[in-house]
């Protein structure tokens, strides 16, 4: 069972039900457990032919339609091997398709996970290829499956959001404003900037969302897309994670010079078309490209350091996520399709997230 979209039209959507195909000597067969949905989801959907996410996972044209399949992180098992590389059984964390099952050609194995060589892969990152054996993995727990699939990749976001942003002293700056701020990756990038020592975290977000974002404590302010001429009078950098040409041409005119920095890290407002009066003063706004950073920092740090820093973050944040996160568990194609599209039209209460599976049955774990 596949979840496919119209790459053309969002909102068109069809569950596919084909044979599984038969294993080739080198490839195995993962069993997708369960899978995390989130407005990180729709951005890769947005962006599937700018970034090459489409290539990972190919769907056919049909009737002159080119369907696509959505990535997601989620966990999945091991239920046929042909090839040495992996054992049966083994429980893995990765990138899959809105599913319940892929194929992999696993290769560059070791003792934590391996890499999927398939030709289809090459055109991303390799971090979008590897998948994690859970029994090593140093952030896993059992009882957090949902917050790693949900908030992890999200998570790595935020974590270079912060780092990107510290490598450069915040370019002078000592206000951070974060649009979209009751998205998952905005939270996560303003619990960590505000754990620094003079910095000061404004959170923009639309009217029905300001209780609950003040109520996170990781914002020293909170104002309504409506209310910009509210934002201090300070050397800022702006984190734009919402996407609305609106916002951030009223971000970039009330700030004007103090604005020190403009980076553009998601579109959760990905069908907003607006766009503000006249030529964007301040900075050029910059595209955050995760996987940039974290091979600077691999090269700097070595991987286990920077899988190091991360994991201890990581640790600090998941507490934090008790006092707001629900889960919202979805089963089966009609239930999974729904959820796929309250978040395309932006229909999702921000405390909520959703664990999804395709398959006969969820984890039980």
């Known amino acids: 069972m596949q979840l496919e979209v119209d790459k053309a039209d969002l909102h068109r ?79 893995v964390y990765g990138y899959f398709p809105m599913g319940d099952e892929l194929v992999v050609t696993p290769g560059r194995a070791d003792d934590q996970g391996f890499s999927d060589l398939a030709p289809t892969r090459e055109a991303v990152p390799s971090v979008y290829a590897r998948y994690g054996y859970v029994d090593t993995d140093r952030v896993y727990r059992v009882d957090r499956e949902p917050q790693q699939m949900l908030l992890w990749p999200l998570f790595v976001t935020s974590f270079v959001v912060d780092d990107f942003l510290g490598d450069h002293g915040l370019f002078g700056a000592d206000t951070a404003v974060v649009s979209s701020a009751s998205a998952k990756t905005a939270i996560g990038a303003a619990f960590l900037l505000a ?6 975290v404004v959170g923009l977000t639309s009217a029905p969302n300001v209780d609950f974002v003040r109520s996170l404590g990781c914002y020293r302010d909170v104002l309504t897309y409506g209310d910009l001429d509210g934002l201090p009078n300070a050397d800022s950098c702006y984190i734009d994670v919402a996407g609305r040409r609106d916002v951030t041409h009223a971000v970039h005119t009330r700030l004007g010079d103090r604005l020190r920095h403009s980076m553009v890290v998601g579109d959760t407002h990905w069908d907003d078309t607006a766009a503000g009066e006249g030529s964007l003063p301040g900075p050029r706004p910059q595209f955050l490209f995760a996987p940039d950073q974290i091979a600077k920092r691999r090269n700097e740090w070595g991987r286990d350091g920077f899988e190091t820093a991360v994991a201890a973050a990581w640790e600090r944040f998941v507490p934090f996520t008790d006092r707001w996160l629900e889960l919202r568990h979805r089963s089966g194609p009609t239930e999974v399709e729904a959820a796929y599209r309250d978040l395309l039209d932006g229909r999702v209460d921000p405390r909520v997230g959703d664990i999804c599976t395709l398959g006969d049955a969820g984890s039980g774990r």
Not at 195 to 200: F, L
Request: include cysteine; proline fraction near 8%.
């Open 195 to 200: 754990e620094r020592d003079g910095v000061d």
């Open 13 to 91: 959507i069809r569950a596919v039900d084909r044979p599984p195909p038969t294993l080739a000597s080198g490839e195995a067969r993962l069993r997708v457990d369960t899978f995390g949905l989130s407005a990180n989801n729709i951005t890769y959907a947005v962006y599937g032919e700018l970034m090459s996410y489409w290539a990972c996972f190919p769907a056919p044209v049909e009737e002159g339609i080119a369907w696509g399949r959505v990535p997601v992180w989620g966990f999945a098992d091991v239920v046929e091997s042909a090839t040495p590389a992996v054992a049966e059984g083994r429980r």
